[in-house]
């Protein structure tokens, strides 16, 4: 699971991230609002959650959040604030958050709320993927290569599900280290390589079907 987490306190932010990733959670944080209303406008098929303070400089997050409600984003949005009034409640929920959470809080709360949003189902993802003879449960996380369960890694799996999500569509490296890894990971690493050469050998006579665009990327092609 990927999280974005917008929240200006770099201590709290940072210490956000760190326990969140102790949790095998991915995590890219940022520090004001209209950094993160472009960030997740332009890479909505990355995150799962969107962790989102409500004061933040240059643009709140309620506004925030209401804007990319406004562009059919529906990324789950849990709000953090140190306001506790019914009205502020009201107002984060009615601009399309999905959970509100007042500081001070438990990091263990925190973990619960996450969990129960991930159990959300979202509309925008259908309950199975298809492409070519692979066939991707969405619920179960399962995955099945002409009728037979294929033993991937969570870091094959999620490479693959992005694949599967932009099917026929030369993906970058730096793409798909920002879906699968988190943005901060090395760019010149030959971490996609290693990873595409394994998916390859794992989808046997398929593996030619994950093509290399030289100079571009990778496609999969079916």
């Known amino acids: ?9 770099t201590k709290l932010a940072n210490s956000l991230k760190r326990g969140l990733e102790q949790e095998n959670y991915a995590v890219d944080l940022l ?35 209401a804007a990319w409600r406004a562009d059919n984003i529906i990324t789950p949005v849990l709000m953090l604030t140190s306001r506790d009034t019914t009205e502020d409640k009201v107002l984060g929920l009615d ?43 969405n619920a179960k996380k399962q995955l099945t290569l002409g009728g037979q ?3 991937l890694t969570l870091r094959e799996l999620r490479l693959l599900e992005y694949f599967m999500r932009h099917p026929g569509q030369v993906l970058s490296r730096d793409q ?6 988190d943005f901060s990971f090395d760019s010149f690493s030959n971490v996609v390589d290693v990873h595409i050469k394994n998916l390859r050998k794992k989808l046997g006579d398929y593996g030619k079907n ?11 092609e079916f």
Not at 2 to 7: A, P, R, T
Not at 38 to 65: E, H, S
Not at 210 to 220: D, F, I, N, P, S
Request: hydrophobic content about 45%.
């Open 95 to 137: 601009s399309g958050a999905d959970d509100y959470l007042i500081k001070p809080f438990e990091f263990t709360e925190l973990l619960a709320r996450i969990r129960a949003l991930s159990r959300r189902p979202q509309t925008s993802q259908s309950e199975s993927l298809l492409v070519g003879p692979l066939i991707l449960n």
């Open 149 to 151: 369960p294929l033993n």
């Open 31 to 65: 520090f004001d609002g209209e950094s993160g209303e472009r960030r997740l406008k332009t890479r909505r098929d990355i995150y799962d959650l969107v962790i989102l303070d409500v004061m933040l400089p240059g643009k709140n997050g309620v506004a925030v959040c």
């Open 176 to 181: 798909i280290l920002a879906a699968v890894w």
């Open 210 to 220: 994950l093509q290399t665009v030289r100079g571009l990327g990778y496609r999969l």
């Open 1 to 9: 699971m990927k999280i974005l987490v917008i929240e200006d306190n």
